[in-house]
């Protein structure tokens, strides 16, 4: 009687060429994909080892303020200038509703027509002010900061925004296909291999090189639902056209972007003092009292300047978050409110929007998201390398049978 032979089956013709794409690309990108990965999972915490290195500044530490005047915004320019001597104007001011925080003033100018990031800005620097003395605490050079690297060379390999985007999100693309057919290629045949699929059934006498395969396969699984989100988020700032595709999903079909630029100065300019900026100040803080901080830019000419119809307040309300927003429109030169565009005026589309760097960085619900997103960053990083692995002892070991 024959002995019968149980042959394995051979993968279908589609899962074969999945395999060579997904292998041929890892190959091609793998490195920039670690590189993205990793810059993206140091940057997960900036804010709260900011937070912490800063405590002393972020803090102005001023006594008995509630009988004491917070200083006019022009005053304390002036002051800020006289004690730091910047080349620059400053750019803007960030006013905190708590009175017990300092203002942080910014240096910020750009130069689109330079190459790389050092060059593309002349200046990004910090301040750290005390608004009942205008002292200043403590400066940083944002600029040449760890990160403010980490974050360009997450976003644009240090080149130039403008096509530094593009360096990076066509290999975003690429590894968005690398996902989709990592999960073809994971899909089990059978109920034998589901075991294995979904977690690790290792024993003491399990060889690395089959811990390396699962961790690729089983982590790369758990990853890619989170993997997937970062990805797209990540595509949003290098694509304008996800953007659109996102906005006009999420907001039921519209096409047009709500557009405010029709709202603009008409008072004279010989109304605008130095108490604008004030009256606009106390306005914003009389509607958002349990706010964060808004910003205020100061109207000085910029290295890439252009015509703004009005002057716009970027109101923030949560401390860890972008993404619950408030845009206010004054009149320049009168200093009077003449729009609101509060989040409950706004549609899904311009919510998700809003909410896209929030998703990216991990911030969207503080530090538990954050966490999660440190953790598939990481496991991003790991993918390349331990699927080099793979292929590296694949090669050898056809190399020994040939």
């Known amino acids: 009687m024959k002995k019968k032979h149980h042959h394995k089956k051979k993968p279908s013709f589609f899962k074969k060429w999945t395999a060579k794409l997904h292998l041929w690309f890892g190959l091609c990108i793998g490195l920039l994909i670690f590189i993205i ?5 140091l940057f997960v915490f900036k804010d709260e080892i900011e937070n912490i290195s800063r405590k002393e500044y972020i803090y102005h530490q001023e006594q008995n303020i509630d ?3 917070i200083l006019p915004i ?39 027509d330079q ?68 999960i073809i290629l994971w899909w089990p045949k059978n109920k034998a ?6 977690s ?39 694509f304008f056209a996800v953007q659109a595709m996102m906005y006009v999903v999420f907001s039921g079909g519209e096409t047009v972007y709500p557009d405010f630029s029709a709202i603009t100065t008409k008072a004279p300019i010989e109304m605008r003092n130095d108490k604008t900026l004030d009256k606009i100040s106390d306005k914003v803080k009389e509607l958002y009292p349990t706010a964060y901080a808004f910003s205020l ?19 923030r309300h949560l401390s ?26 706004k549609n899904f589309g311009e919510k998700v929007v809003a909410a896209n760097y929030d998703i990216h960085v991990g911030a969207i619900l503080g530090l538990p998201t954050k966490i999660i997103g440190f953790v598939v960053s990481i496991i991003i990083a790991s993918m390349p390398v331990t699927g080099f692995m793979i292929w590296w002892g694949r090669r050898k070991k056809t190399q020994i049978n040939n």
């Open 320 to 345: 860890y978050s972008y993404h619950k927003n408030s845009s206010l429109i004054f009149d320049e030169n009168s200093g009077e409110l003449l729009h609101i565009h509060d989040p409950k005026d």
């Open 74 to 112: 022009r005053v304390i320019e002036k002051l800020v200038n006289e004690q730091t001597n910047e080349k620059y104007p400053i750019h803007w001011i960030n006013v905190p509703i708590d009175k017990k925080l300092s203002y942080q003033v910014y240096w910020y100018e750009h130069q689109p």
């Open 67 to 69: 009988q004491k005047q």
């Open 297 to 315: 830019d100061l109207g000085h000419p910029h290295l890439d300047d252009h015509e703004h119809p009005n002057f716009s307040v970027f109101v």
């Open 193 to 198: 291999a589901r075991k294995q699929r979904f």
């Open 115 to 182: 190459w790389n990031y050092f060059d593309e800005f002349p200046i990004y620097k910090l301040a750290y002010v005390n608004p009942y003395t205008g002292k200043v605490l403590q400066v940083y050079d944002e600029k040449n900061g760890f990160f403010a690297i980490v974050k360009s060379i997450h976003w644009s390999f240090l080149l130039k925004q403008d096509w530094g985007t593009y360096v990076v999100g066509i290999p975003v693309v690429i590894f968005l296909i690398m996902l989709i057919s990592g």
């Open 200 to 238: 690790f059934q290792w024993k003491d006498t399990t060889k690395w090189k089959r811990k390396n395969y699962d961790l690729h396969n089983i982590l790369g699984f758990y990853s890619s639902i989170f993997a997937l989100i970062l990805t797209i988020t990540g595509l949003f700032y290098a």
């Open 37 to 41: 990965a990793i810059t993206g999972a």
